[in-house]
DNA sequence: TTGCATCCGGTACCCGGGTACAGGCTTACC
DNA sequence: GGTAAGCCTGTACCCGGGTACCGGATGCAA
């Protein structure tokens, strides 16, 4: 049946060649990241080797940010051929959601940066001259102009 | 007993003049960020009327970047005197934290900047000359050279 | 006093990305 | 053929920050 040298890789190997958790390879499974694998007869999964580089492909995609849902649609535009919103419209996305995220965290240190200078020593009753806190309203409500949903 | 002007706010109009959720009033009060308010005969709570301005402060924190239990923290050494790590160093601290979430939040937006000038057009069957994908390993495994952990 | 809005406590559920555990079967090696 | 390591399914749990729903009790005004 299945040739003795090198049927595919077993769940363990993949796991520990990709570097995830085998829990992570039936979740990714189940979450249609991973293609059902062909099985022994008894069972067990065997992967085909190029699993590992898919796995691999995945963590990047989750680096630069992308959802599980979201490298699971890119990867079924991929095998599929015929173009749903293609990578680079979703990467030029991104890349906005990445630079909306930047400012916020730079609004939010530069808050930070006036309490530190400030030398607030309290969220509720700050002794220092001039306190900030009570003015720190960054993003606290909804932007007057625009809704950015 | 009580006042019948004012005696305290109840739970509802705290909620709605900060402009949260009547359910997380009572999950911060579970979380310690809030103080266990006086009740009614009947089991009502009553909130002193600075509870609206605390739930501001406790909002701008987390805006802050400060997890729920970080902001428990602050509060709480707020009210006792005793100088717990105090707000300033634990702002410096998170400023620093912030920096890294930029400074990652770039390298990925550098990666998909390459994705999107080399034109990809696929996770996996890149056809693009030069394809950037397979060498993107932006924060992927241990660097060789020293952990910066 | 009645009626409706509001509030009560308790519990369960949501999101995203996994991880853990129990109880049983398969595979591999000697 | 024995035995240990590995794998199977199913289910439950973790994190953080809430939110929803239930049946019953209260508050308050007319």
Redesign the interface.
Known sequence: MLSPDRAGLRTGEVAEQA?VNIQTLRYYERRGLLAEPVRTNGGHRLYPPDTVA?L??I???Q???FTLDE?AD??E??RRRH?TP???QR??D??AE??A??AD??A??G???E??DA????????TCTDCP?PF??????EHPDGDPT
């Open positions: 570097g898919l691999t492909v963590k990047t995609a680096r630069l940010g490298v890119l990867l535009a991929g173009p293609d990578l680079r990467a030029v991104k890349i990445i630079d995220r930047i965290l730079t939010i240190r808050a930070l940066t309490v530190v030398r607030c020593d309290s969220l509720t009753n700050c806190i720190l309203t960054i993003g606290t409500a």
